[in-house]
């Protein structure tokens, strides 16, 4: 079979999986989709552990149970053959195929398709983001394994799924986070947008605490990190209310994602000080600075 090319992932997604087809899937004047169309027993069909999303909602996987009993399943999971021939794996559509499990099917409408792993973590990655399924975690996990099992460069990565390199930057940088806000993030107490706002701080779990004991906004978490990340000595050395400065602050730090100050008594002449916890995270930004260790 023809590779799939690196661009096209993402425009083509949806008449590789079938997500424009219905009821009709036989119908498809596309040759090679039909030939692929089969119906298999559900117990030959195996979770891949390959797949970004490791969380399912019990509540909505019941509520598709119910529509998939009423209704069958309207569109084929991508699956890919297994060495025994006899068994295959799931590519796309595990949330399909746990619900058709609960709603008692035999079997199931498969699309049989010859993929290598980087091409399954791509599809999957792609298929959950589209349909916004995966949690921010398991959307820079999913990235990060990309990037460290197949040498992806962060823009390679954004053209191949259809996102900008801006964005996943951002969600990468999600992963230097503290497991016990990244657990939050998880749940859904957080948002990216409050997580964004923790990592230059030196508390991000406790204020992760505050964030969610009170309720607050992306906006109202941003000044709290703001406030509580400006150390002593920068807060007396400069005035209280330059926005300029700390709009900078913000910005360069969100570029790094690193804590960064930005210090000046008399708005001409000042310090940039950005801090690092670990080594890697030096190594880092020796590298965007475009030097190294």
Not at 102 to 114: D, N, S
Request: glycine share 6%; with cysteine; net charge negative.
């Amino acid at each position: 079979m023809t590779a799939l090319p690196k661009k096209r992932l993402g425009r083509g997604l949806a008449a590789l999986i079938g997500d424009d087809l219905t009821d009709d899937v036989p119908a498809t004047n596309d040759p090679e989709i039909r030939s692929a169309l089969r119906e298999v027993p559900i117990e030959t069909v195996r979770t891949n552990n390959l797949n970004p999303r490791k969380i399912f909602n019990e509540e909505e996987l019941q509520d598709l149970a119910n529509s998939i009993s009423e209704k069958g399943i309207l569109q084929p999971i991508v699956v890919r053959p297994t060495g025994d021939g006899d068994t295959f794996q799931i590519v796309a559509g595990e949330r399909r195929w746990r619900a058709a499990q609960k709603a008692g099917l035999h079997t199931i409408p498969v699309l049989v398709r010859e993929l290598s792993d980087k091409e399954v973590l791509e599809i999957a990655i792609i298929e959950n983001v589209q349909r916004a399924d995966l949690n921010p975690v398991e959307e820079a996990m999913g990235y990060q394994q990309l990037i460290d099992s197949f040498d992806y460069t962060q823009q390679q990565l954004a053209e191949s799924i259809g996102k900008s390199r801006s964005h996943i930057a951002n969600t990468l940088r999600l992963m230097t986070l503290p497991p016990a806000v990244l657990e939050r993030l998880q749940k859904g107490d957080l948002t990216a947008g409050h997580a964004r706002a923790l990592i230059a701080t030196d508390d991000p779990v406790g204020l992760s605490q505050k964030i969610v004991a009170l309720g607050l906004s992306v906006r109202q978490a941003e000044a709290l990190a703001r406030n509580k990340g400006q150390s002593a000595g920068s807060a007396s050395s400069r005035p209280a209310d330059n926005s300029d400065l700390r709009s900078v602050e913000k910005a360069i730090s969100e570029a790094l994602g690193l804590r960064v100050s930005v210090q000046s008594s008399d708005g001409e002449k000042g310090k940039l000080i950005i801090s690092f916890k670990t080594l890697d995270q030096f190594e880092e930004l020796c590298s965007k600075l475009g030097t190294s260790l």
